[in-house]
């Protein structure tokens, strides 16, 4: 099956901005819903924002007011900028149809730490 792949984590410092991306070779990519999901060492995997196939996006509060969720259907691409970064967004950070129905892929890490 295609995976889905991120990128784009890193080790930073609180209050920076990171923005990871997610593509997904798949030809019906602009006919979904997506979803950005992270999962913090010890604590289920949870929705952060997503993005409807005209580009509403919808955001968690773990991240509201700081996150920025965008795609691009022409390169099958999922965005994520995550301004102002706490400790508390350290997780693995996914990609995925809005419910998950795709094939998760191995994530990208996100560390906040000083």
């Known amino acids: 099956q295609v995976q889905l792949v991120e990128s784009g984590g890193g080790l930073v410092h609180p209050g920076d901005s990171l923005r990871l991306s997610c593509e997904r070779p798949e030809v019906n990519f602009e006919n979904e819903n997506l979803g950005w999901f992270r999962q913090a060492p010890g604590k289920v995997r949870e929705l952060v924002a997503r993005?409807?196939?005209?580009?509403?996006?919808r955001y968690e509060d773990s991240v509201k007011g700081r996150a920025t969720v965008s795609r691009d259907n022409a390169k099958k691409m999922v965005y994520l900028q995550i301004d102002s970064l706490k400790p508390d967004d350290t997780a693995v950070y996914y990609c995925?149809?809005?419910?998950?129905?795709?094939?998760w892929g191995r994530g990208t890490q996100v560390t906040v730490s000083s």
């Open positions: 993005i409807s196939t005209d580009g509403t996006p």
């Open positions: 995925n149809t809005r419910w998950g129905a795709w094939l």
